[in-house]
């Protein structure tokens, strides 16, 4: 009874009964599997090689910025804060129109106004995730990797968002074109306000 296993007998109680699946195992031709295992293994590693890497990029970028976001979110939340803002001075010259002269399109820009508002306060939510903060270099760190595995799972989300806003913008601008056409004269009037 050196080193190797015993077969199995009935009498003894110790050893593995040969099943259906040691003799599939036995059976199995693993020469054929070899290459797609191999290509299989590969796959995962390239995919956690890719993970890690941009999730340490993320972090680096994150732990340098000065406002502990990467330069795409300060960005992003740039422009959704201007968006917001415009998309509120229209709502209050809208507001100040008269019932005769609020066209299908000056509805239409109160209606995207707001809808723009709640889109750029969820972008802003989820771009607040994103930021890291602390007070000793450790900390930060920290706060920056958790925040680069959040903009990791939060990409789709955040891409949505971004394009949401895309549309809304477009669609603004459209409504703000037929407005001038409709109401020239006050929309005219409303231009240095919206300027400032």
């Not at 990029?57 to 939340?77: A, D, F, H, M, W």
């Not at 709640?118 to 920056?144: I, M, N, Q, Y």
Request: proline content about 4%; aromatic content about 4%; charged content about 20%.
């Amino acid at each position: 009874m050196g080193g190797g296993r015993e077969k199995a007998n009935p009498g003894n109680k110790q050893s593995l009964p040969h099943s259906t699946i040691t003799l599939a195992f036995k059976e199995t031709n693993f020469e054929a599997m070899e290459p797609l295992s191999a290509l299989s293994v590969a796959a995962a590693a390239i995919q956690f090689l890719d993970f890690g890497a941009r999730l340490l990029g993320n972090t680096l970028n994150i732990y340098r910025s000065p406002t502990g976001q990467t330069k795409e979110c300060v960005e992003l939340s740039a422009v959704s804060r201007d968006l917001q803002v415009l998309a509120t001075q229209i709502q209050g010259l809208c507001a100040n129109m008269a019932p005769s002269e609020q066209v299908g399109a000056a509805k239409m820009l109160q209606r995207l106004s707001l809808s723009c508002k709640f889109v750029g306060d969820e972008l802003h939510e989820a771009l607040a995730e994103l930021r890291a903060s602390g007070v000793t270099k450790l900390d930060l760190l920290k706060s920056s990797f958790n925040a680069a595995l959040k903009a990791l799972k939060l990409g789709d989300k955040i891409q949505s968002l971004q394009s949401r806003m895309q549309k809304l913008r477009t669609d603004i601008t459209g409504a703000i074109m037929v407005c001038l056409w409709y109401v020239r004269p006050m929309a005219v009037s409303a231009v240095p306000m919206l300027i400032q």
